[in-house]
């Protein structure tokens, strides 16, 4: 059997949020495969401590990169770090996002602002940097952590999915202009997923069952769903998609016609199954 199927091995990958939810798991599958991990995030200690864990867990190369992504100065600083240890930067996987809740109508300017800052900003300057090594090297894939809230609005969520949404287009507009460079770039949406910061949520088996009825697969998403779908995605083996959106959440974003109630008794797996069956 071949383990290298995806060839990952002693690829250089640089992930932002790389101590938070998801960037924790994205980068032990990509040490797992072997890659060279680029741990990016703001918790300094962390990082180093997460950086260094790894490198003795799966004997890969590591660096921990101090860097808000919303600063420019950081940002090269991190470019220049990964350059001169590693020389390239095969995939960049975009993490690092803030989700704060909010009434739209009390939506603060500056809360606005912070949103637009660290979950476009970011990410505009994130791949703006590192894909112009990745342009002068003649390859590279960029994988941009997106939400399906960017395709439908999450409410009282503030800027979020406004700026997720812009993402999804930012991310097209460099497939466009950078294909011809052997760069690719695209979006993983994940949706109902369980993480640290959501498993609150899930403590309440009652709020637990009723999202998995709303989901097409009829369960809640793991971290390694998502992983699966990045790795996949910053690989040479999707190499021919380019300036995608990949969403990963069970078919959620297909169910909105079986949530409409419907005459006649038609079959309704959300709804029917929500209630007791009317004798
Ligand atoms: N958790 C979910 O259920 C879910 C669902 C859909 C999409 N997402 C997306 O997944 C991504 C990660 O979510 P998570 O649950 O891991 O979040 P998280 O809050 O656990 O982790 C975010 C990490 O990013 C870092 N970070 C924040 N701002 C930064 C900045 N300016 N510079 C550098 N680092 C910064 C934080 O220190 C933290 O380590 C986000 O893009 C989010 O929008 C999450």
Same mark, same amino acid.
């Given at each position: 059997?071949?383990?290298?199927?995806?060839?990952?091995?002693?690829?250089?990958?640089?992930?932002?949020?790389?101590?938070?939810?998801?960037?924790?798991?994205?980068?032990?599958?990509?040490?797992?495969?072997?890659?060279?991990?680029?741990?990016?995030?703001?918790?300094?200690?962390?990082?180093?401590?997460?950086?260094?864990?790894?490198?003795?867990?799966?004997?890969?190369?590591?660096?921990?990169?101090?860097?808000?992504?919303?600063? @420019?100065? /950081?940002?090269?600083?991190?470019?220049?770090?990964?350059?001169?240890?590693? =020389?390239?930067? &095969?995939?960049?996987? %975009? +993490?690092?996002?803030?989700?704060?809740?909010?009434?739209?109508?009390?939506?603060?300017?500056?809360?606005?602002?912070?949103?637009?800052?660290?979950?476009?900003?970011?990410?505009?300057?994130?791949?703006?940097?590192?894909?112009?090594?990745?342009?002068?090297?003649?390859?590279?894939?960029?994988?941009?952590?997106?939400?399906?809230?960017?395709?439908?609005?999450?409410?009282?969520?503030?800027?979020?999915?406004?700026?997720?949404?812009?993402?999804?287009?930012?991310?097209?507009?460099?497939?466009?202009?950078?294909?011809?460079?052997?760069?690719?770039?695209?979006?993983?949406?994940?949706?109902?997923?369980?993480?640290?910061?959501?498993?609150?949520?899930?403590?309440?088996? @009652?709020? /637990?069952?009723?999202?998995?009825?709303?989901?097409?697969?009829?369960?809640? =998403?793991?971290? &390694?769903?998502?992983? %699966? +779908?990045?790795?996949?995605?910053?690989?040479?083996?999707?190499?021919?998609?380019?300036?995608?959106?990949?969403?990963?959440?069970?078919?959620?974003?297909?169910?909105?016609?079986?949530?409409?109630?419907?005459?006649?008794?038609?079959?309704?797996?959300?709804?029917?199954?929500?209630?007791?069956?009317?004798?």
């Amino acid at each position: 059997m071949n383990n290298n199927w995806l060839g990952l091995t002693d690829k250089v990958v640089a992930i932002t949020g790389a101590v938070g939810g998801m960037g924790t798991k994205f980068c032990e599958e990509f040490a797992k495969q072997g890659a060279k991990i680029v741990l990016i995030d703001m918790i300094e200690d962390k990082t180093q401590a997460y950086a260094k864990k790894l490198a003795e867990d799966y004997g890969v190369e590591t660096l921990a990169v101090k860097c808000n992504t919303t600063s @420019e100065a /950081e940002v090269d600083a991190a470019v220049k770090a990964v350059t001169d240890k590693f =020389g390239e930067i &095969d995939v960049l996987v %975009n +993490t690092a996002a803030i989700l704060r809740f909010s009434p739209f109508e009390d939506l603060r300017l500056d809360e606005w602002q912070t949103a637009l800052n660290v979950n476009l900003t970011g990410y505009f300057l994130m791949s703006q940097r590192f894909g112009r090594v990745m342009i002068q090297q003649k390859h590279g894939a960029m994988v941009h952590i997106s939400t399906v809230a960017s395709r439908y609005p999450e409410t009282y969520s503030g800027a979020y999915s406004t700026t997720k949404a812009a993402v999804n287009m930012m991310s097209k507009q460099m497939a466009a202009e950078w294909g011809q460079y052997g760069v690719r770039s695209n979006c993983v949406l994940p949706c109902l997923v369980k993480t640290p910061l959501s498993k609150n949520f899930y403590s309440d088996p @009652e709020v /637990e069952d009723g999202r998995k009825r709303l989901v097409a697969s009829r369960r809640i =998403g793991t971290l &390694d769903d998502i992983a %699966n +779908t990045v790795l996949f995605m910053a690989s040479d083996r999707s190499d021919y998609t380019n300036g995608g959106e990949i969403t990963v959440d069970g078919g959620l974003n297909m169910m909105i016609s079986d949530m409409i109630p419907k005459p006649g008794g038609r079959r309704q797996y959300a709804i029917d199954n929500h209630q007791p069956a009317k004798k």
